[in-house]
Structures are given as C-alpha cells and as structure tokens.
C-alpha cells in the first residue's frame, strides 16, 4: 500500500520540492496551495512521476478549508500517512513599525495554520494509529533578530507546538518533528533580501552576499536540501525520531 503525504503550501519552492521528493520515494500526494494554479502544476509534475496525484486549492486560515482539505485527501486516496505543514509567509519591519496586522498575518500563517491543519488531520492518523508531521519552522525560531521579530516569534511557535504535539500523540503512533531551514533559494528569500536589505540600508544582491558570506557550508540553501530532511522525517526510517526541530541551515545554528 503506498504512503499518502498531504503537503501544504505544495505550490511552489520547498513544498514543492518536498511533494516531488516524497512522490519519488513512493507516495501518492495532496497538493494543497493557496494558488490553484501552483498546486495544478506540482500535481501534474508528482503525477508524472508515475503517483497519484491531486491539487487542493487551500487558504490555511480557513477552518472550512482545512476540514476540506482533509476530507478531499481522504476521499481521493483513503487516508493521510504524511502531512507537511509548509504553508508560509515572510514580513520585515523594525520594532516600532510592526502594526497589529502585520502580526496577525505573520502568527496567523506561520503559527496558528500549523496547529489547526495539524488538528484536522490528527482524527485520521489517530484512527489508523500511525501517522507522521513536519511542520517547517526555520533558523529564525531559535534566534533573535533586529528586524524580522513577527517572523521570528512564529517559526519559534511552531518549534515549540512540534514538541507538544510530538508528546500529546506519541502513544497513538503519530510521530511530529520540524526542520529549520537557513536562507533558501526561494521566492521568500527574494523577498526576506528585498525587505531586510532596505532595512539595513544594501541592496538585496548585497543583502544576499553577506548572508551567504556567514554559512559556513558557503552556499544558499536549495529548496531540495530541505525536502531531503523532511522526506526522512516523514520515512519509516526515522521511526524512532519524535519532537525534534532539526537545522538543516549549511551550520548557521550548531545547536
């Protein structure tokens, strides 16, 4: 029996990724985006691969669309091994100019969708008494930053909440660990360059060059460098792996 992986925010850059990455190691894939016409696209490439396949247009602060999400998964391919909360957003601003919007939109993606995409799919895995989650936190939830505090207080939650769920669930055979990924070539990176660049006074080319100046690996991180990890975490073969928040960052946090 194949595996069934739900992969939010599959649309583009590290869920997509991911989505092909599981869909090469053998499992059938809901492709969850905002965007119908990303997920369409990632859908078709994970069908090409030879699995099934579907795309689930899908806004992770809707409650109704979580519910829909997991009742479409469940009705297409009968139940849900994997889910990969990777839906995510990226807003700079100093201390003084962060509105109350600005948080809520930053919490409300990062940190709260996580959790309530994580509940609705909790009843299947429970019921099957297997299941696995990796939420995508990121090197920011175990830092500071001068600029960027929103973001990081969210990916810190939702490290935090992999810890809480991972010991509520283990007894009902549900594994929930996350990775926390550096600076990504991404869509979000061009926009982290744009926004903290401006900022700190460089522009996004100069932005970037510093930060990859401090990887020691010393290159920007591939969105499949991520997807490798979160394959892993979602496999049998880190089955004895649970409530773990793992950089996968080139060595920017060693710890």
């Not at 391919?77 to 809520?104: K, M, Q, S």
Request: charged share 20%; glycine share 8%; proline share 3%.
């Amino acid at each position: 029996m194949s595996r069934v992986a739900l992969v939010t925010g599959g649309g583009r850059g590290i869920g997509r990724a991911t989505a092909l990455e599981l869909a090469r190691l053998g499992a059938d894939v809901a492709v969850a985006e905002l965007d119908p016409a990303g997920a369409k696209r990632t859908a078709e490439e994970v069908a090409a691969m030879g699995r099934r396949a579907t795309a689930i247009p899908t806004d992770v602060t809707s409650a109704s669309d979580l519910r829909n999400m997991v009742d479409r998964t469940r009705a297409e391919f009968g139940r849900i091994d994997i889910l990969v909360n990777n839906a995510g957003i990226y807003r700079a601003a100093a201390n003084l100019e962060i509105t109350e919007e600005h948080w809520d939109a930053v919490l409300d993606i990062n940190a709260k969708a996580v959790f309530f995409a994580s509940q609705a799919v909790l009843p299947t895995m429970i019921a099957q008494r297997s299941g696995a989650i990796v939420n995508l936190a990121s090197m920011a939830g175990k830092i500071g930053s001068r600029t960027n505090l929103p973001y990081n207080a969210s990916k810190a939650a939702v490290i935090s909440m992999t810890k809480s769920m991972a010991l509520a669930h283990a007894a009902e055979g549900i594994r929930v660990n996350c990775v926390c990924p550096g600076f990504v070539e991404t869509d979000m990176w061009d926009a982290v360059a744009r926004d903290q660049g401006k900022l700190l006074g460089m522009s996004a080319a100069e932005f970037t060059r510093q930060r990859v100046s401090q990887v020691p690996l010393g290159r920007m991180e591939k969105p499949e460098d991520v997807a490798n990890v979160i394959a892993f975490l979602a496999s049998l073969r880190a089955g004895y792996m649970t409530g773990q928040a793992l950089s996968v960052d080139g060595g920017l946090v060693m710890h």
